[in-house]
């Protein structure tokens, strides 16, 4: 914080402990304070009184002080459930009432102010009403330095919104949101001319009076969503998310109303409960008995790094299974991992939304994803040499125990469990259960292999919008195949120098041999020839010219058998992929 941040900053909460010592009614002056026009006062006479320093940007927003008028759909204030975030949406992308399903994929956190956070003074006070966070600097890259901010974003000149929610799914029951700006909030650009009225930012929630929100409620604006309760007084109010009904929930539907329309005769209030338990009894009729959904996932919008610091990337995969067999895995004990891992699902991680999730069923027929066993995630990147990788458990993860006859209770479908990876302990890797700096951070495992990634899950990944797509095709045009691409880890549609393969010359009893390491990529499952010529006409290979030194994530290296000397001074050797 610069010199002219911390003036205002010690002034603010100056006042703020006076008035905390005064009467409640003397709580207009703090709520003063953070009016526009008083805030930018002070900081012009700051201004004026560090002339001539290097300035930061920054941002502070904040709401009314001690006005507990922050309410959701049903008029109730809001608690410590809720964040309020402030961010822009990405992509070119504009919020509307239609588009919420896209919301959460395109927005870009700029900073949070929630229940929890760090900082007592700059957080979400629940029993007031009250948020703030002061002076959120942006270096002059654009970059916030707000430890909730996505790393390596720029903000510059973008348009600023306020996002208030407790959930971020629109299809979850329950879901509460705000979402608003005003038309002068706007990221600052740095300009070393510019004073600091235009490169300090003052946002309150008072600024978004005059303009509708996109959802929920601001005075007498109206914008989407639903409530029961409202005010026009309140600051700002939440609106729900009503989800779209699933399937077995309108046949439930149909058949109360089917019901209904049958009996003629005025329905009294039993009645009325027996036809709406009826919906509820065939709910679980128009559903599989005996099954149960595990929704797991890792939270939206989280910092997620590798050992080295690196943004996890669309390459690392993350798999919900179990170990076989008893066994328990431990930092000590990782290259026995993949013999006893057994999955049952795979789920990508998505660089748009920095998250993964699944949904996997449980059945009769999930065995062995049932009896209570302990339930893992695994998240892992494969490479050569090293992998990244990252374990989480949580003790409550226990697959479900099914019902094993026709008469026991269905499970209901349209509930799940929710495993949810920031809940849980990493036994490989670091998670931090408050996210700063980074919610889950890899580690570096040397000498053991991943689970195996196919040639069509690399694909999918690698390119999923690229027509070029076959094994002997190369979009890229660095002389690398689509297949060859795939055994070395490389990318196929951003070009790429062909790995180096160390050769050199081995002793073996009198004579010497020319060996070979390929770096290829163990967890790819492509087969791998390796031939042998002495004219670049005719190759060969097979147990008779070649033998395979070693196979290992450090690389696969294969001795030629024909001994090396003067009047064969000349062996080659080339690496032919099949589809795997």
């Not at 919104?161 to 407790?166: A, P, Q």
């Not at 006409?537 to 290296?557: E, F, H, I, R």
Request: with cysteine.
């Amino acid at each position: 914080m610069d010199s002219l941040s911390q003036l205002f900053h010690w002034i603010r909460t100056w006042i703020e402990r006076f008035a905390a010592k005064v009467s409640y009614s003397s709580a207009w002056i703090v709520s003063c304070f953070h009016r526009p026009l008083i805030r930018v006062g002070v900081m012009a006479f700051a201004c004026g009184l560090f002339a001539g320093q290097v300035r930061a940007m920054s941002v502070s927003w904040f709401s009314n002080a001690i006005s507990n008028d922050l309410r959701d759909s049903m008029g109730v204030s809001l608690n410590d459930t809720f964040y309020m975030q402030l961010g822009f949406f990405a992509n070119s992308f504009t919020p509307t009432a239609g588009n919420t399903a896209d919301w959460a994929a395109n927005w870009r956190v700029f900073d949070q102010a929630a229940d929890y956070a760090i900082d007592e003074n700059d957080t979400f006070d629940p029993s007031t009403g009250y948020f703030t966070r002061d002076s959120i600097e942006i270096d002059q890259n654009g970059h916030s330095m707000s430890p909730y901010a996505q790393v390596g974003l720029n903000f510059s000149g973008q348009e600023a919104y306020l996002w208030t929610f407790n959930k971020k799914d629109p299809v979850s029951a329950g879901t509460e949101w705000f979402l608003a700006r005003a038309n002068d909030w706007v990221f600052p650009t740095y300009n070393p001319n510019e004073c600091c009225p235009d490169l300090n930012k003052q946002w309150s929630v008072s600024d978004l009076a005059t303009v509708t929100p996109v959802w929920g409620r601001q005075g007498e604006k109206l914008g989407g969503g639903t409530y029961t309760v409202t005010d026009n007084n309140y600051t700002f109010q939440t609106f729900t998310v009503v989800p779209e009904p699933s399937t077995a929930l309108l046949t439930a539907l149909g058949v109360a109303f089917a019901l209904l329309r049958r009996n003629r005769r005025p329905m009294n209030a039993i009645n009325l409960n027996v036809t709406l338990l009826t919906a509820v009894l065939a709910i679980g009729i128009a559903s599989p008995c005996h099954a149960e959904r595990i929704h797991w996932y890792g939270p939206t919008y989280k910092t997620n790094v590798t050992s080295t610091g690196e943004l996890i990337d669309q390459e690392m995969v993350f798999e919900l299974g179990l170990f076989t067999d008893g066994f328990v895995p431990t930092a000590e004990n990782a290259a026995e991992w993949t013999t006893h891992w057994l999955a049952a699902q795979r789920a990508n991680y998505s660089q748009e939304g920095d998250f993964f999730t699944g949904n996997f069923v449980v059945d009769q027929a999930s065995s062995p994803f049932t009896g209570g066993q302990q339930a893992y995630i695994w998240g892992f990147r494969g490479g050569v040499g090293s992998s990244e990788w990252i374990l989480l458990k949580k003790d409550t993860w226990k697959w479900p125990v099914l019902a094993a006859d026709q008469a026991a209770e269905a499970r209901n479908p349209l509930s799940a469990l929710e495993w949810n990876a920031a809940e849980a302990t990493a036994i490989v890797g670091a998670l931090q259960p408050v996210s700063v700096p980074f919610l889950m951070r890899t580690a570096s495992i040397f000498n053991a292999a991943p689970p195996k990634t196919s040639w069509n899950e690399w694909a999918l990944i690698q390119m999923k919008d690229e027509k070029r797509n076959g094994f002997d095709q190369d979009p890229d045009g660095d002389g690398i195949n689509n297949l060859m691409e795939y055994v070395f880890g490389t990318s196929p549609t951003q070009a790429n120098k062909s790995p180096a393969m160390p050769m050199e010359l081995v002793t073996s009893g009198s004579d010497k041999f020319l060996q070979v390491t390929i770096p290829r990529r163990i967890d790819h499952t492509a087969k791998l020839t390796v031939e042998v010529s002495s004219d670049l006409v005719n190759w060969y290979s097979g147990t008779s010219k070649t033998v395979t030194v070693s196979d290992s994530p450090a690389g696969l290296v294969v001795r030629d058998l024909e001994p090396h000397s003067p009047d064969r001074p000349k062996r080659f050797v080339r690496v032919k992929a099949e589809s795997p």
